[in-house]
T-cell receptor, first 114, second 112 residues
Framework: SAVISQKPSRDICQRGTSLTIQCQVDSQVTMMFWYRQQPGQSLTLIATANQGSEATYESGFVIDKFPISRPNLTFSTLTVSNMSPEDSSIYLC???????????FGSGTRLTVV | QQPVQSPQAVILREGEDAVINCSSSKALYSVHWYRQKHGEAPVFLMI?????EQKGHEKISASFNEKKQQSSLYLTASQLSYSGTYFC?????????????FGQGTRLTINP
């Protein structure tokens, strides 16, 4: 199965600043998704990262706030822009699919905005 | 649209069985099952494609009823290591975009 390296693993940021999260996959994957997860809650889909084109965002998430890049089939970034304390959460990327291993997740980025 | 899981939480003694259900109001291409332990990323368990097939993984198996748009995860003779939160994910194409959307999760606690 694919292995995804996600960076940073955690960060504490000042409100009004931006943070870029990176996900590097060790093999080419067709699909990559970005999720947000509050402690004890489910995974909320932010967007589908499309290779070479604009990401497809879910309701409630906009490109200006969460710009996403996917320059190739092994790499994607999510930027959390103009952060506020409400953006504090765990952000996860996932890639796949594999018929035997489904989608693999990165280890997550725990973001705290102060 | 988010699939609905039931129950929300289950507490078992080691060796007991459990069933977790997942249903969706939208036509499904596939259903995925994941387990997440506290502080860790979700880990893939199995994927079920259209056709009502049943798959197994150790003592964990699942079924997918395409007509009813439902899937069930069966945990047999549960072990302490099965504790965690189980998520079903439904994959499909909505307005031209492929998505994997997760249910709210079922927290499983296995006691000795």
């Amino acid at each position: 199965s694919a292995v995804i390296s996600q960076k940073p693993s955690r960060d504490i940021c000042q409100r009004g600043t931006s943070l870029t999260i990176q996900c590097q996959v060790d093999s080419q994957v067709t699909m990559m998704f970005w999720y947000r997860q509050q402690p004890g809650q489910s995974l909320t889909l932010i967007a589908t990262a499309n290779q070479g084109s604009e990401a497809t965002y879910e309701s409630g998430f906009v490109i200006d706030k969460f710009p996403i890049s996917r320059p190739n089939l092994t790499f994607s970034t999510l930027t959390v822009s103009n952060m506020s304390p409400e953006d504090s959460s765990i952000y996860l990327c996932s890639g796949g699919p594999d018929s035997n291993y489904g989608y693999t997740f990165g280890s997550g980025t725990r973001l705290t905005v102060v | 649209q988010q699939p609905v899981q039931s129950p929300q939480a289950v507490i078992l003694r080691e060796g007991e069985d459990a069933v977790i259900n997942c249903s969706s109001s939208k036509a499904l291409y596939s259903v995925h099952w994941y387990r997440q332990k506290h502080g860790e990323a979700p880990v893939f368990l199995m994927i079920l494609l259209k056709g009502g097939e049943q798959k197994g993984h150790e003592k964990i198996s699942a079924s997918f009823n395409e007509k009813k748009q439902q899937s069930s995860l069966y945990l047999t003779a549960s072990q302490l290591s099965y504790s965690g939160t189980y998520f079903c994910g439904t994959e499909g194409v909505v307005q031209g975009a492929q998505k994997l959307v997760f249910g709210q999760g079922t927290r499983l606690t296995i006691n000795p």
